[in-house]
């Protein structure tokens, strides 16, 4: 029998590979001792083998002719065997958990993390196969997360030590949070202030374009860790000479030179997708807003911006969802944010902390890489 559908027959062939070949689970008596895998066979000989009912099915799918109703089903299952190995992985943590031994830790394995990886992909792949709307597309990938919202807020995975560990620093955490949100605000804000002027300077002046975006490239090449520790001198000799900037929170660590490092990082992708984008508007275009009498302002923000703004916003879009990652970096100079929650579980060998970090740390990017890619779709959808 031929294959109608390539990716999902490879999609499900990982998913079964994870499950047979990697520990799902681990199980330790307390967070300083290395766990003990727990395979996915061992678990659901137990209960039945009707766990691998929906991945059976996903493997026939992908040998049958393929329509808008096999590429819902295929969603509806994926969904249903992510919320079956969520329920999975919650159960077991209760049982291993024993009722009163609270510092027992039980972590999800590498095949949990894989197999629910496979059924997201595979539900984002016939969700594109099945929604030709591009807005609609994007906002129906969101709600694929909903099972892991449901079971969070109904309490079913509160013996994973993933919570565990938040449970024990959510004031942190939550701290955390606020101090990575406002990393990207205070770096967004002046990266669009100093790149789009700074692009309509390089469309405009051919000359000097050259010039800065070669010194624009020097600085992205440089590692993160080495720009930061750059800026520690000049920001601490200029704080201790102006004493206005060390009140206001300007030193050599801290918030002030990731934020400067940050946005150095932001210009070249930013001033690159402004000048692209003006040079994508059509001279056509340009000489006939000329032939009805524009003046040059008029020409500029009423023809040229409004053309030019998808490339912009990717632009923006881009420098947004590295920034994210960047000031995880960051901590290490005092800036904190999430990082530091990352870095503080490397010192103390705790992957779950680890994973504490960098989960929100990965739903923030591809939430503002989402947010960002609904505008462009939005505004491209208004100018047809």
Known sequence: MAVKNRVLLVL?????????????????????????????LSLISGSGWWWLIPILILLTFAFLKQNILLYWLTVLLAELLLL??????????????????????????CGFWLMSGMSLLI???????????????????????????????MGQLDQLSLMKEYVNRQD?????????????????????????????FCFRSHHFQSTIFSTLNIIQTIPSIALFGLLIAPLAGLAAAI???????????????????????????LVRNVVAGLESVPDSVVESARGMGMTRSQLFFLVQIPIAMPLI???????????????????????????????????SSAL??????????????VVVDSLFKFMVIFMDTSRR
Do not use: C
């Open 84 to 109: 079956g190995l969520l329920l999975l992985a919650g159960k077991t943590a209760v049982q291993l958990a024993g009722g009163g031994e609270s510092l027992a830790r039980t972590s999800l394995g």
């Open 172 to 200: 942190v955490f939550n701290d955390a949070l606020w101090q990575h949100l406002h990393i990207l605000l205070a770096t967004l804000i002046p990266a669009i202030l100093l790149g789009i002027p700074l692009g309509l």
């Open 12 to 40: 499900a062939i990982l998913l079964v590979l994870s499950g047979t070949g990697l520990s799902f689970v681990s199980h330790a008596p307390n967070r300083l001792i290395s766990g003990q895998g727990i395979s996915l």
């Open 123 to 153: 539900a984002i792949d016939s969700l594109s196969r099945a929604i030709v709307n591009p807005v609609w597309r994007s906002a129906a990938n969101v709600l694929l997360l909903l099972p892991v919202v449901i079971l969070l807020m």
């Open 352 to 365: 779950d902390l680890v994973l504490l970090g960098v989960i929100p740390v990965i739903v923030m990017a």
């Open 313 to 347: 916003l990717s632009g923006i879009r881009i420098v947004a969802v590295q920034t994210v990652g960047l000031a995880v970096v960051a901590a290490l100079i005092g800036a904190g944010g999430l990082g530091a929650i990352v870095f503080q579980g490397l010192l």
């Open 243 to 269: 004493p206005w900037l060390a009140e206001h929170g300007v030193s050599g660590i801290g918030l002030a030179p990731a934020i400067v490092a940050l946005v150095l990082y932001a210009l070249l992708p």
